[in-house]
């Protein structure tokens, strides 16, 4: 009976130490992203389901697709997207003054509403986060993190469609088959028209269709909602970049005298009848409203822009019938000084984390997640067996999801969630070499074809240029939003002019009462601030 008993406690501790070994074993060896127990320390953090709330100011969609269930089931997190209705702008300085903020924020890298959030500490800083939580971020954005430091050495946010692809930006959109009855020879791109040509063609065109399908039609509009495209557009004609550099020195573009040479033509072409005299006032669904008639023949802005509007043209008319894009120059400019395609290398949107998230590292998870290779892929291309496969090494899309995006690229991408979520975004090609962008870059559409032939020697990195506006708050901050006001105001008027001499008469004023508004107190800092950066970067 003792030696039963004896036994019997012996195995009973064999199986106890035993337990005690697995259970080292178990924490010893616990993944990066499993929940620490109940007083367990370290960098472990939880992959219990969560639900994080996301300001995405370019869509307000439900997150349900196919895609982003595929991002919850492999993360555990759910968005919940928050967009206004209204101007996303307007709403995130009323969230910033409420301190009304959701877990994640995107908004555009380059407004002044970056420094506001990060100078009000609404957003926290992230480079501990990414240290232990994104080894994917730090390999996947490199020297970008180092470009988009905070003053104080921090990454308040991470950049969106960040790294410099050799891709066009804005161009002279025409309808390809009407240039091809009217100027043959150029048609098929490789050769830009001088601003003199286009202006004839212009006008050629109002001569030969003054009604398309029994309405009256219109030689070139402009998306009234995006005034710096549209003027974008004209600066890449006359060789213009987002400052005038005279001596190392920044001074406002408007002090560069082409621009006072390209103002004068716009004022022309509008005095001429050849500009939409609504422009200035068109909404955006407006503007791609009227393209859609097919009684446009050009608009101005981003080539990708009029993508709405070539759908419904392509279907009702023809392919020709599309708004291809093509290089204008100023008379007397050398072709290759056009700088249509003026790309930040650091991105077009800023991503950033509240301070009211409560579940910052699992964020930060999340979001290394979506910005490796594999969460690229799976936002920009899809699931893979069910939209992609894996052929040779390589990733290959079925070929229903490109007919799909080469039918309807707005349904498609809403209905299948492909390409719905462009976060962390990287631009250029995978580890084995197909383009991140599925959609975008893996088919090029012949308008894509027509952008790259016409405006690829257009391309150049603006990120010297970006956020070297004075901190808000300070006095300089104040002149530049009212020298702002200035200028929109004033160029709007000077476009719209009824004589030369007036527009020249409105630009000359406009330069007068930005003096009087403390120009050159704001140049100083974008100056100093030039220098710093330069230095910085070198």
């Not at 003054?97 to 509403?113: G, K, N, Q, V, Y």
């Not at 402009?222 to 001596?247: A, H, I, Q, R």
């Not at 001074?251 to 500009?275: A, T, W």
């Not at 991140?436 to 016409?454: F, H, T, W």
Request: aromatic content about 10%; glycine content about 8%.
């Amino acid at each position: 009976m003792y030696a039963k008993k004896w036994m019997l406690s012996m195995l009973t501790a064999i199986m106890t130490i035993t337990l005690m070994s697995a259970c080292a074993s178990e924490k010893t060896n616990k993944p990066d992203n499993t929940a620490p127990a109940d007083g367990e320390t370290g960098d472990n953090v939880g992959t219990e389901p969560i639900t994080i709330t996301f300001f995405d100011k370019n869509t307000g969609d439900k997150f349900d697709n196919a895609v982003a269930k595929e991002i919850t089931k492999r993360t555990g997190v759910t968005i919940e997207i928050q967009q206004p209705t209204g101007n996303p702008t307007e709403k995130l300085n009323l969230m910033l003054a409420s301190e009304d903020l959701p877990d994640i924020i995107m908004f555009d890298r380059s407004s002044d509403l970056v420094a506001k959030y990060i100078e009000s500490r609404a957003i926290i800083p992230l480079n501990e986060l990414i240290e232990k939580y994104g080894p994917d971020v730090s390999e996947m954005y490199g020297d970008v993190l180092n470009k988009t430091r905070y003053k104080d050495g921090n990454n308040y946010y991470l950049s969106n469609w960040y790294g410099l692809e050799h891709e066009p930006v804005f161009a002279i959109n025409m309808r390809k088959d009407i240039v091809k009855e009217l100027a043959p020879a150029k048609a098929e791109g490789g050769e830009p028209f001088t601003a003199s040509e286009f202006k004839q063609l212009l006008t050629d065109f109002k001569a030969k269709y003054p009604q398309i399908d029994g309405k009256a039609t219109t030689a070139l509009t402009m998306d009234g909602e995006n005034f710096g495209g549209s003027l974008g557009t004209f600066k890449g004609m006359f060789g213009l970049k987002n400052f005038y550099e005279v001596d190392g020195a920044l001074q406002y573009d408007v002090k560069n005298p082409k621009y006072r040479e390209m103002i004068l033509f716009m004022n022309d072409l509008f005095r001429s009848g050849l500009m939409d005299k609504e422009w200035a006032i068109n909404k955006r669904q407006v503007w791609e409203q009227k393209i859609a008639t097919g009684t446009v023949f050009a608009s101005t802005g981003a080539y990708w822009d009029v993508g709405g509007a070539n759908t419904i043209l392509r279907k009702d008319r023809s392919e020709d019938a599309q708004l291809f894009p093509y290089k204008v120059v100023a008379d007397g400019l050398d072709p290759s000084k056009a700088t249509y395609g003026g790309r930040s290398s650091l991105g077009w949107d800023a991503i950033a984390i509240t301070k009211k998230n409560k579940n910052p590292e699992r964020t930060m998870q999340f979001i290394n997640f979506l910005a490796s290779e594999e969460g690229q892929y799976l936002l920009m291309w899809g699931i893979e067996g069910q939209h992609w496969d894996m052929k040779d090494g390589k990733h290959t899309p079925r070929p229903e999801v490109l007919e799909g995006f080469k039918n309807d690229w707005n349904a498609y991408t809403k209905e299948t969630g492909i390409r719905k979520w462009t976060w962390f975004v990287k631009t250029g090609k995978g580890s084995d070499g197909t383009p991140y962008d599925l959609p975008g870059r893996y088919e090029r559409s012949v308008i894509d074809q027509m952008a790259l032939k016409n405006l690829s020697d257009t391309v150049y990195d603006s990120a010297i240029y970006d956020g070297l506006s004075p901190q808000g708050g300070t006095p300089e901050a104040l002149n530049e939003q009212k020298i702002s006001d200035i200028t929109k105001q004033a160029l709007t008027k000077a476009i719209m002019a009824p004589s030369a001499e007036e527009a020249g008469a409105i630009f000359d004023q406009m330069l007068s009462d930005m003096k009087a508004a403390g120009d050159e107190k704001v140049e100083a800092v974008y100056t100093s601030n030039y220098k710093t950066r330069l230095e910085l970067w070198s």
